[in-house]
């Protein structure tokens, strides 16, 4: 759950823009609510469904071919096989290009900050400059042999 910083009371509060739910305190003093409740339900293990991520980022991969381009949100962990794993659906022939960044051909087997694409989000936050316009782009060139798709 997200939380935020009130303007009205400068008091730290859930990000609920659909209303409270289990767990979630009032906004407000209120008599009916017990504090002492343990463990959110949200903190549970049992309820975790697959394995979470360190940071997730966004990068807009382009077919220099077609000049299409694609944004994906990735995980820290994701090595370049597995972000191509997941971009087959949007070019099954994606196996026929050299993935590159800045010219530097890409190791498949290695992350984005294995192979030098830094995630500058915390940085551009500082800098309050926006995320969207500064996503890294991975280019795609045709190395000429389709692959089955």
């Known amino acids: 759950i997200l939380k935020f910083v009130d ?23 209120c008599s009916d609510w017990d504090s002492d409740i343990g463990q959110p339900w949200w903190k549970d293990r049992r309820y975790e469904v697959g394995l979470l991520s360190a940071k997730t980022r966004w990068i807009r991969i382009l077919n ?46 290695k992350t ?3 192979n030098g694409i830094m995630d500058d989000d915390l940085e551009l936050d500082q800098l309050r400059l926006d ?14 042999d389709l692959t089955e798709g």
């Open 64 to 109: 220099t071919l077609t000049s299409q381009e694609q944004l994906l949100e990735v995980c820290s962990e994701e090595t370049l096989e597995e972000i191509l794993q997941r971009f087959l659906r949007f070019n099954s022939h994606a196996r026929s290009y050299t993935w590159k960044h800045q010219g530097q051909i890409l190791d498949m087997r």
């Open 7 to 29: 303007p009205l009371t400068c008091c730290e509060r859930y990000y609920t823009p659909r209303g409270r739910f289990v767990h979630v305190p009032p906004n407000g003093p």
């Open 131 to 144: 995320r969207d316009i500064f996503i890294p782009t991975i280019l795609l060139n045709f190395n000429d």
């Open 112 to 114: 984005l900050a294995e």
